[in-house]
């Protein structure tokens, strides 16, 4: 619903690795007796693409380059991982990740980074909600982007060693420009939950997304809510409210749907959130989440 998602870049990493893609119909099937060391050049440093091409990679004959690869925090995990287990990759982090080819990988244990986008729609419904919450086992580096924001708009913000205070007592402030690209810049992932914070802010806050065409479909259930958000091309032009009133809103996409119920939890009155099977792709039981932190939220059948 976000948009185009475009797997060419995927198809021709792995062309490039020698393997023969067939497109038939709805499906598409790809062959390889061997892959073969090349040098990929992405036009987009696509995070699924990157990882596509790392994963057939480590396994092929001689040396893959990848320039113009993501450096998402996720990309430096899978190169942790797979080095776990056997393999050579290096680089990942920056725009150029080397693998050289191994015979084969081993089983190996390893414990996962924390998923940044959870631990940043905790942060930002603590902000929108004027509560205070502490995460522990998270990673303030992955998020520093968002932490910006989040001290501009007036959120009180302390960092340590894998642990994120969040504290807001006060309306938030507005937010002049906010551009989503891809990381070390503000995510797109975590647009539409800021965009639910600053719909509650004193001024008018301008967010502009880069990244999927599509993403502004939470807009309309926002203003249902009460917001007040104009919409112009890539632009959002976001005129905070004193405050948001409950309704039934629908989820069209997995982070509208988490933005909808932070701003459902900062909402006067109940609102219903519709089509969750959207939120539950990346969040584990959001309601029960929110609920260990005193929220007032439940899921129904």
Do not use: W
């Amino acid at each position: 619903a976000i948009g185009e998602r475009k797997i060419d870049l995927h198809l021709r990493g792995l062309a490039a690795l020698g393997a023969d893609i067939e497109e038939k119909g709805s499906r598409i099937v790809c062959r390889a007796s061997k892959l073969r060391g090349s040098e990929i050049i992405l036009d987009f440093p696509s995070v699924g693409a990157t990882e596509n091409i790392m994963m057939a990679a480590v396994l092929a004959v001689g040396r893959t380059t990848v320039v113009g690869a993501a450096r998402e925090p996720e990309i430096q995990d899978l190169q942790a991982f797979l080095n776990a287990m056997g393999a050579n990759v290096r680089g990942a982090g920056t725009d150029t990740i080397t693998i050289d080819g191994v015979r084969s990988l081993d089983g190996c244990e390893f414990d996962i980074i924390p998923d940044r986008i959870v631990s940043g729609t905790v942060m930002v419904a603590a902000a929108a909600t004027r509560g205070e919450v502490t995460l522990e086992r998270t990673e303030p580096g992955h998020l520093t982007s968002l932490i910006h924001v989040l001290r501009r708009a007036g959120v009180q913000i302390e960092t340590g060693d894998g642990i994120i205070r969040v504290g807001a007592n006060a309306r938030p402030r507005a937010v002049n420009r906010i551009v989503t690209s891809p990381y070390p810049a503000f995510p797109t992932d975590l647009q539409a939950q800021v965009m639910a914070l600053l719909s509650l802010a004193d001024g008018v806050s301008v967010l502009k997304e880069t990244i999927f065409e599509g993403r502004f479909k939470h807009v309309d259930e926002l203003c249902r809510l009460g917001a007040d958000i104009r919409v112009d091309s890539n632009h959002a032009f976001v005129r905070g409210v004193p405050e948001l009133y409950g309704a039934i809103v629908e989820a069209s996409d997995l982070r509208a749907g988490a933005a909808l119920v932070i701003a459902g939890l900062a909402a006067y009155g109940r609102t219903t959130v519709e089509q969750v099977k959207h939120i539950d792709r990346g969040y584990d039981r959001i309601e029960e989440m929110f609920a260990s932190l005193g929220a007032n939220i439940a899921r129904s059948a």
